[in-house]
């Protein structure tokens, strides 16, 4: 991985897969009360951040956010869902990948919602009948919607470690039950408002992961990114309606073709192998066409 930036009076405080952190140097005694959040252009598939990187994705995801931030602040007419944005000066150096945000209390659980059974959920499916324990109807296909969308929450473990699905009620002792159940039916909502406005563009959003701080007013936030190809699965709509198999059916708008591409060139053992030119090609261009179809950039 590539040495962070030095940026002007932003000190470097830790690196992702795809993400760096800064805070403000110097700093001004005690907890920052803000952040420079910058996404990168690597991109990672099975635990490894892989070469090359995807060249703009740091600005499509961004924009993107951006984009999904300010339609769930009242953008799109529903109630404003606060975000963890604040103004301020970015760096050049970063323009367009980096997000300004306020520090806040972070709630160590991953929001996850699912309107369409698929990826793991498919999986448990086959065997249980159930999405991490939620009983699901049977005679459904991979693929398919859901009766209702489905809140699965896992909770977010040390960094490197993999998150471990959890129940509703073991969320309830992790947080309590207020907030759980805020948690779970904030995640709801903006899954669902987030839903019908892909749907209106001829996209489908199958599932997604949402990240939530508390401010020091007590307010529940909505943080990190939003609703990108990164954080959710998004499948083109028609395709989905007629496609002949799964993969035609669940083309995701996201970095899938890295992953069937190092499925049949890497047997997972050692380093992962250099991306052809035309995977990351391609790959960029899903991103693009994604934010182009959601947002007419």
Known sequence: MASPLQLPGWRHV??????????????SGGEPDRM????SDRVSAFDFALTPGIPGKGVLLTTLS???FDRLAGGDGGRAIPNH???GHIPDAVAGRAMLVKALDMQP????????LTGSGWAEYQQSGTVCGIRIPSGL?????????IFTPAYKAPQGEHDENISFDQMIDIVGAERAEELRDLSLEVYERAAAATEERGVILADTKFEFGVDEHGVLTLADEVLTSDSSRYWDAEAWATGATPAERMASFDKQIVRNWLSAHWDKQ??????????????????RELLGRLTGA
């Open 14 to 27: 830790s690196s992702g897969k795809v993400r760096d952190l800064y805070v403000p140097d110097p700093p």
């Open 36 to 39: 420079l959040l910058v996404a």
């Open 66 to 68: 951006l984009w999904w």
């Open 85 to 87: 944005l604040t103004a």
């Open 109 to 116: 659980i991953e929001c996850v919602v699912r309107g369409y």
């Open 141 to 149: 296909s991979d693929g398919d919607k859901l009766p209702a969308p």
């Open 270 to 287: 050692g380093e992962p192998p250099a991306l052809p030119d035309e995977i990351v090609e391609r790959t960029a261009a899903r991103y």
